[in-house]
């Protein structure tokens, strides 16, 4: 099972920008999917982007524009580069691995937006 640990959450007002990274304890490179997800207080954890081997990465409608994805095999990392936050976006954010039947998740890290 491989360890993912985020950070980089935190308050910002609404239209703000936020950058949140995801450092994994194994090579990420060859793995299947890799994303993030977030749930909100009383809702369904949801999926936000998920970039899947040989596909490039696809977004949830509600983001798109305004999250970009971004990874760095060398650094078994991964990010969320988040812009033109809106209070909706409040909610913890995961770190999703996918390597086959194995699926690794972190501890989360959370995101307020809010004046």
């Known amino acids: 099972q491989m360890t993912l640990v985020e950070s980089g959450g935190g308050l910002v007002q609404p239209g703000g920008s936020l950058r949140i990274s995801c450092v994994a304890s194994?090579?990420?490179?060859?793995?299947?999917?890799v994303g993030w997800f977030r749930q909100a207080p009383g809702k369904e954890r949801e999926w936000v982007t998920i970039?899947?081997?040989?596909?490039?990465?696809s977004y949830t409608d509600s983001v798109k524009g305004r999250f970009t994805f971004f990874r760095d095999n060398a650094k078994n990392t991964v990010g969320l580069q988040m812009s033109s936050l809106k209070p909706e976006d409040t909610a913890v954010y995961y770190c999703?691995?996918?390597?086959?039947?194995?699926?690794?998740w972190g501890q989360g890290t959370q995101v307020t937006v809010s004046s």
């Open positions: 194994a090579s990420i490179a060859n793995v299947d999917t």
């Open positions: 999703n691995v996918r390597q086959g039947m194995r699926m690794s």
């Open positions: 970039d899947s081997k040989g596909y490039g990465p």
